[in-house]
């Protein structure tokens, strides 16, 4: 949901040449000692993952709901494509996925910059393409309208241009910009730890105090404010990827495995019993014990990176890759499909598929380089 940071969303690599340095593995201990010495990798082994997490949540959307996307195929995906479904209906867990890898990225990004540094950058990441994404939903709406679902109003819309369209309680233009509002309160939170120069022991304590306030916050009445700021199971995940990346930055140490831990154990509880409500309550054929399984990998692959496992990965045509990840998130859901219904009467199932995914990528890769790239470069200047 820089998301899917999501964000997943979000640059892997330092935004420029004043970024502290990164210690070699073993350099530095998890407890914050260690002298910083070679300069940080671009971090390709993060933009394959959040490729992973995008193409994921794409083979849910079109082809692991069994109930909603039947209105767009006209039958249900289970039968369309009976080898895919039962791997692409775990594919929204892509989203947790994002959430770990926006943590670790967001980390990095914030290190060394202050408050208004790290806004300007946040802003010029996210809202561009957002913007333009905002546009392409209405212009759908209006041109090749959801037989089912009601189209958002002119002012959904105009508020959708905020992001902050959950507190003033409009509908989504898409349904995967929720992903973009946690990650805006993400963002919103974590200016706290930039009050002051950014070093390990404040990450540190701020890691600590807002997860066991998310797990606290579950025994009472709610209140909508920290609710919203500290939701348990993002909590965790935001958590852990923070953790990782002091890993990856002053290496492993107790401190940092037992916060881990700690974020890993919170958020299996919350993922249980969310699975279990999804499949009681919803009629989602998952089981929660896989999905917990699928967000543990998930865990385990940016462990990875943290842990300089990854660090042999260096293909460059990832961070091509990894930069479309945001603009093929916005578009796809809408616009993908608005096209499986176009197209699947005339083409059958898997033509569909294919076509629908190729043609988000072109266009993913348009937005990138002809709406995000001059949007970012005009705006620079004027921030």
């Not at 010495?37 to 949540?57: E, I, N, W």
Request: glycine content about 6%; proline content about 7%.
């Amino acid at each position: 949901m820089n998301s899917p940071s999501l964000s997943a969303k979000t640059d892997a690599h330092p935004p420029d040449k004043a970024r502290p340095e990164i210690p070699a593995p073993g350099a530095a201990s998890g407890d914050g000692g260690g002298t910083p010495r070679t300069p940080a990798p671009r971090l390709y082994a993060l933009d394959a993952l959040r490729v992973v997490a995008a193409l994921a949540v794409l083979a849910f959307h079109f082809a692991g709901i069994d109930k909603a996307t039947a209105v767009n195929w006209g039958e249900s995906p289970r039968e369309l494509f009976p080898w895919l479904f039962p791997f692409a209906k775990y594919g929204s867990y892509g989203v947790q996925l994002f959430f770990i890898i926006s943590g670790f990225v967001i980390c990095l990004s914030a290190w060394g910059r202050t408050p208004g540094q790290f806004v300007r950058a946040r802003f010029l990441r996210l809202f561009p393409a957002y913007w333009f994404s905002v546009v392409v939903a209405l212009a759908l709406y209006r041109l090749l309208p959801d037989p089912v679902r009601e189209s958002p109003s002119f002012s959904d819309a105009l508020t959708n241009l905020t992001m902050f369209q959950v507190p003033l309680k409009a509908q989504h233009m898409v349904g995967a910009y929720w992903t973009l509002w946690l990650e805006l309160c993400f963002y919103l939170v974590f200016l706290v730890v930039l009050i002051k120069e950014i070093d390990f022991q404040r990450v540190y304590i701020f890691c600590w105090s807002w997860l066991i306030l998310s797990v606290l916050l579950q025994q009472g009445p709610a209140v909508p404010l920290l609710t919203t700021l500290a939701p348990a199971l993002n909590t965790s995940l935001f958590v852990a990827g923070i953790t990782m990346y002091l890993m990856y930055r002053f290496g492993p140490g107790l401190k940092l495995w037992l916060l881990l831990g700690m974020s890993w154990l919170t958020m299996q509880s919350d993922l249980v019993e969310h699975g279990d409500r999804l499949r009681d309550d919803l009629g989602f054929d998952r089981s929660p014990y896989v999905a917990l399984a699928v967000v543990t990998v998930s865990y385990l692959l940016v462990l990875a990176v943290a842990l300089h496992r990854l660090d042999g990965v260096r293909w460059r045509w990832l961070a091509t890759a990894g930069a479309l990840v945001y603009p093929l998130y916005l578009l796809h859901e809408e616009l993908g499909w608005a096209l499986i219904r176009t197209l699947h009467g005339h083409l059958g199932a898997w033509p569909t598929l294919a076509v629908t995914v190729l043609v988000l990528l072109v266009l993913s890769w348009l937005v990138h380089r002809c709406v995000e790239r001059p949007s970012v470069r005009w705006l620079r200047t004027k921030l």
